[in-house]
């Protein structure tokens, strides 16, 4: 399943009502270590179909960057059951991201 793109409209219907776990990739088109970080997380979409994956930029969403304390990017978070189960800060390896999402 390809990256999915969560705004302000999809947010509560894609993220926290989502039967299953969400990854959130937060980021902005003008950082560098977002752009580098993007791959990896494209890779988890499209190999993952236990976990829903997407992208939600904070420039053009700063009330839900707001809502979750985002105050570095890029930065992931694990969602599930509408809450933050895990939080990660900078760019991570492939390997670090699956590590901390759920294993199916």
């Given at each position: 399943?390809?990256?999915?793109k ?12 989502s ?20 791959p ?6 499209n ?58």
């Amino acid at each position: 399943m390809a990256t999915l793109k969560f705004t302000t409209d999809n947010f509560e219907e894609e993220v926290l009502k989502s039967d299953k776990p969400v990854l959130v990739d937060f980021w902005a088109t003008w950082c560098a270590p977002c752009r580098m970080q993007g791959p990896i997380v494209e890779e988890i979409a499209n190999e993952r179909d236990d976990v829903k994956v997407g992208k939600l930029d904070v420039d053009e969403n700063p009330e839900i960057a707001e809502k979750y304390g985002i105050m570095s990017i890029p930065t992931l978070l694990v969602i599930e059951n509408g809450e933050v189960a895990h939080q990660m800060v900078g760019v991570h390896t492939k390997q670090q991201i699956s590590d901390f999402l759920p294993q199916a």
